[in-house]
């Protein structure tokens, strides 16, 4: 049964009376919402409060799957830079009222559109880099054989996979490594062509993959990548492509290097509060889980590591078609299916969502009565960081009391459910498998 107890027009009537603002002067109806959504969010990126069960069907010869496309109800991207937009707005009192849509906004002598704009794409950017949360897939064509150095998309950031593909329809599995390592094990392989088994990004140029050994024949490459979304323009509305539950980290980042700049806008005390904020959310963002449990026609399936799969099975996507009986884990997006389905089947999940946030004001906010203190301590918070000083200090223990909450519920979750752990951990398999980051000395 859904929550019945408070809308959406009752809960931004409660943040307004808290902040001694009961006529809605100095915070407006809108911007009030906006808190309660943005707390809503952060709650389900701290708790993964909202769970439900969605299905989607395979199609025959398909593999990959990305989750956000094949439920896009409850996992779509929805948010654009104009919401970041809006929200920073009010964050920096730049009148936000005048603007309603948040695109016809050019600036002030303060903050200009270019700034903001600009600030939210380096940030997302940089979220997607540290996170490596959203994976694409992409089939370029290799150059002619024996040429081993292959161009990438100016929007690469990551790669995660390689794959060779050849024009018999096999695929070899290419296997990170570097040149330091191919050559201690394989003399001259730079003048042998064969079959790629191995790739190194160590010693090429940037957006430059290297394969090992040398091509023979022609092929294409079957590649998993984290990349940079489109360029943002809030003049007409882009969407970040994060998962909506993240976004508030977007806009923490931006503040951090608004407030941070040089000029009249400085303001280093909240800048490195809105950097810590950041941080804490990119950290969040890597241990994130979405799938909790999987079935495939009505049979529950166990998650594995898309990396552990390519081990024990390699060229896999290469083998006759069936019925799938594994599901592979490749992003937080992304997943694959084994055997490639020879068919249509029902792939059923229970998955985090998107935090349910109301649009009307009598949507019921769907949240229990027992949480609901806490998001309008973080709402309050919120409210708070454009009074800056010793107001916004006062709301700390708002947002720590909801940190702890969160904490409170998920302890709780864990004591009554024995394999909780293991199994909101099934979104992280393969980082654990294929390790993105290691601590590495930077010469100073």
Known sequence: MPYTHVTFSALKTQLANRLGDVSKIYWRDVELGLYVKESLRTWQAFSAFWR???????????EFYDLPAQMSSVLGYNLKDQDIVKDLQYHLLENADTDPAGSSWVGTEMFVLADLTAAIERRRNQF???????????TPNMPPPPVSRVPLADTTIDVRRVVWKRNDGTFSNCWRSDEWELSAGALHWEVNPAVPYAYSILATPPLTLQVAPAPLDAATLDLLTVDTPAALDPTTGVLLNIPDNFAWVIKWGALADLLGKDGQARDPQRA???????????????????????EIQGDTVLTEALEAIDAERPGWQGSATATPTDICIAGWNLIALRPVPDGIYSVTMDVAQNAPVPSADVDQVQLGREQLDAVLDYAEHLAAFKMGGAEFDATLRQAENFMRQATTYNERLAASALFSVPATGQSRLEEDWRIRRRKATVPV
Do not use: D, K, P
């Not at 439900?52 to 069907?57: E, G, S």
């Not at 997607?128 to 992409?138: N, P, Y």
């Not at 490195?272 to 999987?294: K, T």
């Open 52 to 62: 439900v069960r969605a299905t989607f069907n395979t199609a025959a010869g398909t």
């Open 128 to 138: 997607l880099a540290e996170t490596g949360i959203v994976v694409t897939r992409s």
């Open 272 to 294: 490195a509060f809105c950097e810590q904020r950041y941080q804490l959310g990119v950290n969040l963002a890597r241990q994130s889980a979405v799938i909790i449990l999987c």
